[in-house]
């Protein structure tokens, strides 16, 4: 990948549309873009006037006999551009065709095909954008809920990197508070390790803060996993039909019906809510051999799930399988799903509750019957925002929600436990400059001060060609 390369892509997807937009960057954007392009105003590309859509012919080779099609042309010139190199966008016609044709003589007029994630490295390393900028602009192409989409916006925005830069200049603070009395003893005074174990302790508060905040960014992210699982027939499959308004699922009265996984996403609370209807669970002996596999299935998705919805048959005593299946779900996130209540039953909410050992607030009663409307599916939706929304998404707050970063942030909590280590075993000060020194390099993983290539590479290589 060389640098200097004039790159070309075309960045919208392919397919039956009203336009697609192809981009061009580096030092030869505009003698490229100019072998193909012709304004219709007579100017030639290069008196084209940076930031403005100019109407365009748009011929093979520049010849007027052999046309592809009319576009607007717009150049960007550097550094005011997007990757801070001058960048020209061709707005054309969408479709199968016409883009990917200008995309041809793009090609053979001089330009590289990019490479995934080329233009916004190309901005990363021409200090356009942080990394936390750079990664936030993927999470906003892949976002699939509202909350999910703002976090990524705030991100893009520059508020986790300012939270990071907030607390690196802490901790370049103390360092060299602790460098300058080390150097000039006679004209600044040794900090008192009280002062260090205080300011350490600051540092350490705003790592938390983010790191705390992380479980709520991936939910905010990729959704809450919710698992629904229970014996066969007692009503799993209705219940995502019900809560998809759809007719995903195959219902029956048939126990063992739903052999595979199914999977719904819908929208709860401006999150996604990503659901899982799976096999019932009852004892391999009695199940067929497709029915097992299913079952194996099922337990692998609870492994993953952030919480899961665990239905009991409201017509049925609770059974040893129920109580079998409660225990397997041990240390999981678990609501109780006393199903078919619109049925005659002696199971009521409390017994559940005693039998399974659950709160009683975790056990909802529902209904998902065939014929008619279903019942309790509000207050389940309200019992699922309660657990992982209410009170814990503050408006206007940025959330972390990438493992790279907070794998970063971890690494810079370590290295202060050495360092608070360090001063609590009475060392010499010179010997905290190394965990401070690993501190401060550990947040600037996080926005890409101090980063390794491999980190890049890991970072860009999730990028389409294009972006
Ligand atoms: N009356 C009533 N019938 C229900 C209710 N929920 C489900 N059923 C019926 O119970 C039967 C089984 O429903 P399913 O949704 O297929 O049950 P399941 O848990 O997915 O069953 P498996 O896929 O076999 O594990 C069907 O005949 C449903 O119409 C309910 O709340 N009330
Ligand atoms: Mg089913």
């Not at 550094?79 to 054309?92: A, K, L, N």
């Not at 802490?170 to 260090?196: K, L, M, R, W």
């Not at 129920?322 to 002696?346: C, E, P, W």
């Amino acid at each position: 990948m060389k640098l200097h390369d004039t790159i070309a892509a075309i960045a919208t997807p392919i397919g039956s549309g009203g336009i697609a937009i192809l981009r061009l960057s580096g030092d030869q954007s505009e003698s490229i873009a100019q072998q193909l392009a012709t304004p219709l105003n007579g100017n030639p590309l290069s008196q084209l006037e940076s930031h403005k859509l100019t109407l365009c012919t748009v011929h093979e080779g520049g010849n007027p006999e052999k046309p592809i099609d009319r576009a607007l042309v717009v150049v960007m010139r550097s550094p005011r551009s997007f990757t801070g190199e001058t960048v020209v966008e061709f707005h054309c016609h969408g479709g199968f065709f016409a883009a990917g044709r200008i995309l041809e003589e793009l090609l053979q007029n001089g330009a590289r095909m990019a490479e995934g994630g080329e233009f916004t490295r190309r901005a990363f390393l021409n200090g356009k954008t942080d990394l936390t900028g750079a990664e936030a602009t993927m999470d906003i192409i892949d976002a699939h809920s509202s909350l999910g989409l703002g976090n990524a916006v705030r991100s893009l925005n520059g508020q986790l990197a300012d939270a990071i830069n907030k607390i690196r200049e802490q901790v370049i603070a103390v360092t060299s508070h602790i460098s300058a009395a080390a150097d000039y003893p006679e004209e600044v005074e040794t900090p008192e390790p009280e002062v260090i174990a205080k300011q350490f302790s600051e540092i350490r508060q705003g790592i938390d803060a983010l790191l705390g905040s992380f479980d709520t960014g991936r939910i905010l992210k990729e959704g809450i996993t919710t698992v629904i699982v229970g014996r066969p027939n007692v009503g799993k499959s209705s219940l995502l039909n019900a809560m998809s308004g759809t007719d995903r699922a195959i219902v029956t009265n048939i126990p063992g019906t739903t052999r595979d996984v199914i999977e719904e996403h819908l929208h709860l609370g401006g999150v996604s809510l990503r659901l899982l209807d799976t096999a019932g669970i009852r004892n391999h002996e009695e199940a067929d051999e497709v029915e097992r596999l299913g079952i194996d299935r099922t337990m692998e998705q609870v492994k993953d799930a952030d919480l899961c919805l665990l239905m009991i048959d409201a017509t049925q005593p609770i059974c040893e399988e129920d109580q079998r299946i409660a225990a397997s779900l041990q240390g999981k996130q678990t609501l109780v799903l006393l199903n078919k209540t619109d049925l005659s039953s002696s199971v009521t909410a409390q017994m559940v509750a005693k039998t399974l050992s659950m709160p009683i607030d975790g056990v909802l009663c529902t209904a998902t019957p065939k014929e008619g409307p279903p019942q309790g599916l509000q207050a389940l939706e309200n019992a699922i925002s309660a657990l992982f929304l209410d009170g814990k998404v503050q408006p206007g707050q940025v959330y972390l929600s990438n493992t790279r970063q907070r794998d970063s942030l971890l690494k810079a909590r370590d290295a202060l436990s050495r360092a608070t280590e360090a001063l609590e075993s009475d060392m010499p000060y010179d010997l905290l400059y190394v965990d401070l020194e690993d501190v401060l390099s550990a947040l600037g993983e996080v926005t890409g001060v101090t980063i390794q290539e491999e980190i890049i590479d890991q970072v860009f290589s999730r990028f389409c060609v294009g972006k």
